[in-house]
C-alpha cells in the first residue's frame, strides 16, 4: 500500500488523472466496477474528504472524468501494480501536473483503447511506456501534426489560387470570344447560370433591360436614403418616394413586354438570382410575404396603420391563393390534356389528327401563363401602391428602402453561393 | 344582350365562364373565399352569349363578373377592386355577403 494514502484502501485508477495540486492519491480500481463505484461514492462522502476541501471541485472533476473512463472501458480489468508503482514515482516527485493532464490523460486512455483493450496488459503496458515519456512524447506528436496540418493547408491554398488564376485566364479569353461573337450576330445569353432563354433575343433584351434597372434603381435608393438620414422635411421626400416608387413599378411593364416573348424565362425566374428564385411565385415575390418582413421596419405605425398594413396581407394572401388555385388547375388539365389517350406515335391519319388536336389545346393552356404572370404582377403592383396610402412618407422611403435592401441581400447571397470553393 | 343583362340581374353576384379557362377558375376561387356564393353560367358550348359579353365590351371576355346586375369587370379589375377594398364593399351593398 502507498504510504500516503489515508485509512481508506486504494483504489486504483488505469489513467492516474488524479496528479495535481492535492498530494493525496485517489487511486482507483477499475476492475469490479460495480463495487469501486460505489466504493468511490463512499469515499467521496467519507469524513476524509473533508480535509481535501479545498480541491474537492477539481476532484470531483477527476471523479467524473474516471467515471467516464470507466464506461469506456469495463474490459480493462486491474493491472493495478505498475499504474501504483507509477503513481508512487509521481508523487515521489511532486511533479507537477497541471489541469492539461486531465485532458492528456483522456488522449491517453483512447490510445490505450485503440490498441487492444480487451487485452489488459497490453493496454496497460503501452500505457506505462507513453506515459514514462510523457509529456514529451505527446507533445512532439502533437506538434507534428499541427506541422503537418498546417503545411496541408498551405498547399491546399496553393492549389486554389493557382485553380483561381486559371480561371480568370479562362474567363478573360471566352469573355473576349463572346464579343468577337457578339460583333458578328451570335445571339449569346449572358444570364450567367447555364439558362437557356429560347426566345432568343428577346430573352436577351429582357436580361440587358433588367440589369439596366437595377442599376437605375440602386441610385434612386440611394438619393432616397441619403435624404432619410438626413432628416429631409416631409415634402423634399415626397418627390424622392413618388420617383422610387414609380420606377419600381416599371419592371412590371418590362416584364409584361417580355413575357410576350418568353413567358418562361419569365415565369421561372431565369432572369433573377438563384437565391430570388427560390422563393418566387409566379415570376416574381410574395407581397403578403413582403408585408410581412416590411413591418418591422416601418414602425412606429399607429394601431391603426397596424391594422391596415394586417388587413392588406391577408387581403393579399387571398388573393395570391386564388391565382395559386387556377395554376394548379391549368397544370392539371395540361398534364390531362396530354396524357389522354391519343398515342404518343401518332399512327395513321387518325392517329395525327388526334395528336395534332391534342397539341392545339395544350397550345392553347399554355398561353394562359401569359394571363397569370399579368394578374400576379398586377396584385404585386396594388399591392404596394395600396401600402404606400396607408403609410407616411416617411414610412414609405424606409419601405423602399428594406425593400431593396432585402432583395440586394438576396442577391448577393446568390453571387457569394455561385462562387463558393467547390472540391 | 338582353340575355347577358338577364341572367345578370338574376342573383347577386354573377360570373360567366368558360370550362376551360383556368384564371376564371382562380376569380371563382376568390370569391368563395370571401364567402360569396356567385352564380356561375358556362359559355362554353354557347357562341352567341360569349359573343354578347364581347358586344357588351367585355374585355377579355371572361371571365365576366357582375355583381348587382352591373358589369363589374374581369380578373384583373377584380384584383384591383379586391386590393383596394371596394370588392368586398360591392358584394356587401349587393347583399351577395353581409360581413
Given at each position: 500500500m502507498p504510504s500516503f494514502v489515508t485509512q481508506i484502501p486504494p483504489i486504483s485508477s488505469s489513467n492516474g488523472t488524479e496528479g495535481n495540486t492535492s498530494q493525496s492519491s485517489r487511486v482507483l480500481n477499475f476492475g469490479a466496477p460495480e463495487q469501486s463505484l460505489e466504493f468511490r461514492a463512499g469515499v467521496y462522502n467519507s469524513t476524509s474528504l473533508t480535509n481535501q476541501a479545498a480541491h474537492s471541485d477539481l476532484q470531483f472533476g477527476i471523479y467524473e472524468k474516471m467515471l467516464q473512463g470507466q464506461n469506456r472501458s469495463n474490459q480493462v480489468s486491474n493491472s493495478g501494480g505498475n499504474r501504483e508503482a507509477w503513481l508512487d514515482s509521481n508523487m515521489a516527485n511532486g511533479s507537477p501536473h497541471t489541469d492539461t493532464s486531465n485532458e492528456m490523460d483522456a488522449d491517453d486512455r483512447i490510445q490505450n483503447y485503440d490498441m487492444d483493450p480487451s487485452d489488459p496488459f497490453i493496454a496497460s503496458g503501452s500505457g506505462d511506456r507513453h506515459r514514462e515519456k510523457f509529456p514529451e512524447q505527446k507533445t512532439l506528436r502533437r506538434l507534428a501534426q499541427n506541422r503537418e496540418a498546417a503545411r496541408k493547408s498551405r498547399l491546399r491554398k496553393k492549389a486554389y489560387v493557382q485553380q483561381l488564376e486559371n480561371s480568370r485566364l479562362k474567363l478573360t479569353q471566352l469573355e473576349q470570344e463572346v464579343q468577337r461573337a457578339r460583333k458578328q450576330g451570335v445571339v449569346i445569353s449572358n444570364s450567367g447560370d447555364q439558362s437557356q432563354p429560347n426566345g432568343g433575343n428577346g430573352s436577351l433584351a429582357f436580361v440587358a433591360e433588367y440589369s439596366r434597372w437595377l442599376e437605375e434603381q440602386s441610385k434612386h435608393i440611394t438619393e432616397l436614403r441619403t435624404a432619410v438620414t438626413a432628416h429631409k422635411s416631409d415634402g423634399e421626400l415626397r418627390s424622392l418616394v413618388e420617383t422610387a416608387a414609380s420606377h419600381f413599378n416599371d419592371i412590371f411593364r418590362l416584364k409584361r413586354t417580355a413575357a410576350k416573348a418568353d413567358v418562361f424565362h419569365i415565369i421561372y425566374g431565369m432572369w433573377t438570382s438563384p437565391a430570388e428564385r427560390c422563393f418566387m411565385w409566379i415570376g416574381g415575390f410574395r407581397s403578403s410575404e413582403l408585408l410581412k418582413l416590411l413591418v418591422s421596419h416601418l414602425e412606429p405605425l399607429t394601431e391603426q396603420q397596424l391594422a391596415s398594413i394586417d388587413h392588406l396581407q391577408q387581403t393579399s394572401l387571398q388573393a395570391e391563393e386564388a391565382l395559386s388555385q387556377g395554376m394548379d388547375a391549368l397544370q392539371q388539365s395540361l398534364a390531362e390534356t396530354l396524357a389522354s389517350d391519343a398515342p404518343v406515335v401518332p399512327a395513321g391519319s387518325s392517329g395525327m389528327a388526334n395528336y395534332m388536336g391534342q397539341m392545339a389545346m395544350a397550345m392553347g393552356k399554355l398561353g394562359s401563363l401569359e394571363n397569370f404572370l399579368r394578374q400576379a404582377d398586377h396584385l404585386r403592383e396594388k399591392t404596394l401602391q395600396q401600402m404606400h396610402t396607408i403609410l407616411t412618407t416617411r414610412q414609405s422611403a424606409r419601405a423602399l428602402l428594406a425593400i431593396n435592401d432585402y432583395f440586394s441581400r438576396l442577391r448577393a447571397l446568390s453571387t457569394l453561393w455561385l462562387a463558393r470553393p467547390q472540391e | 344582350m338582353d340575355r347577358v343583362k338577364d341572367l345578370a340581374s338574376k342573383k347577386a353576384a354573377v360570373i360567366f365562364t368558360k370550362s376551360s379557362c383556368c384564371m376564371c377558375h382562380s376569380i371563382k376561387a376568390l370569391f368563395y373565399e370571401l364567402g360569396a356564393s356567385p352564380e356561375i353560367h358556362e359559355v362554353d358550348h354557347d357562341a352567341d352569349l360569349e359573343w354578347a359579353l364581347q358586344r357588351l365590351?367585355?374585355?377579355?371576355?371572361?371571365?365576366a363578373v357582375f355583381i348587382g346586375g352591373k358589369y363589374v369587370g374581369s380578373a384583373r379589375d377584380i384584383i384591383s377592386l379586391h386590393v383596394d377594398e371596394s370588392l368586398k364593399q360591392k358584394l356587401i351593398d349587393a347583399r351577395a355577403i353581409w360581413f
Open positions: - | 365590351g367585355c374585355n377579355p371576355a371572361l371571365p
